[in-house]
């Protein structure tokens, strides 16, 4: 199995652009999770998603972000405009949740976003 | 906020267990738990879980208290490559991290 696919690995853009993220979740898991880590706050949940829902969105910062899973294999997360507070490493992470009882999370390896 | 207290570092010399302790005084009871470590520069990834039962699997072992208030994550025999932070969770629809321990492994 190929593992959870995030790109770009490494984004470096101005104060201003709009930058996208992109996951692929594993084949099969039916929740994702996007997370942000810093050093100062650490790892902090985002948004995720069950059976492509958006369930709890009550981590995402600010309007500037935002978050989509269209189907099952694919899920982004914009930023519009970006700004210097948000450089961060950015993972994508799916799990597969049956019978009531949550799964093990697998993350991707980060997207590392820098905005000057 | 996350439900677990952690401490924030720990020391061990190499080839020595390991005992990573968490408590979780506020578990429900349908509650697993959950350990993840975090190499440098890499994503966590996934340790171990249990609910009630101690736990083991080819990384580690889990030994969780008779009142589930607390476990402890055992690497029997550290090596360098055991150097990361460990991040003890409690699972339920959404994982919340604490700041976990960051585990030093001496040669």
């Known amino acids: 199995d190929a593992g959870v696919i995030q790109s770009p690995r490494h984004e470096v853009t101005e104060m201003g652009q709009e930058v996208t993220l992109r996951c692929k979740p594993i084949?099969?898991?039916?929740?994702l999770f996007w997370y942000r880590q810093t050093m100062m706050r650490g790892l902090e949940l985002l948004i995720y998603?069950?059976?492509?829902?958006?369930?709890?969105d009550s981590g995402m910062p600010e309007d500037r972000f935002s978050a989509k899973m269209p189907n099952a294999s694919f899920s982004t997360l914009k930023i519009q405009p970006s700004e210097p507070r948000d450089s961060a490493v950015y993972f994508c992470?799916?799990?597969?949740?049956?019978?009531?009882?949550?799964?093990?999370?697998?993350f991707g390896e980060g997207s590392r976003l820098t905005v000057l | 906020d996350a439900k677990t207290t952690q401490p924030n570092s720990m020391e061990s010399n190499e080839e020595e267990p390991v005992h990573l302790p968490c408590n979780h005084s506020?578990?429900?009871?349908?509650?697993?738990i959950h350990w993840y470590r975090q190499l440098p520069s890499q994503g966590p990834e996934y340790v171990i879980h249990?609910?009630?039962s101690n736990v083991n699997n080819r990384m580690a072992s889990l030994a969780i208290a008779e009142d589930r208030k607390s476990s402890t994550l055992i690497l029997h025999r550290a090596t360098l490559r055991d150097a990361a932070v460990y991040y003890c969770?409690?699972?339920?629809?959404?994982?919340?991290f604490g700041k976990g321990t960051r585990l030093h492994i001496l040669p």
């Open positions: 992470a799916s799990s597969l949740a049956r019978q009531g009882r949550a799964g093990e999370l697998f």
């Open positions: 084949s099969g898991h039916n929740s």
């Open positions: 998603f069950n059976n492509n829902v958006p369930i709890d």
């Open positions: 506020t578990i429900s009871g349908t509650d697993y």
């Open positions: 249990g609910l009630t």
């Open positions: 969770i409690l699972r339920d629809d959404k994982i919340i």
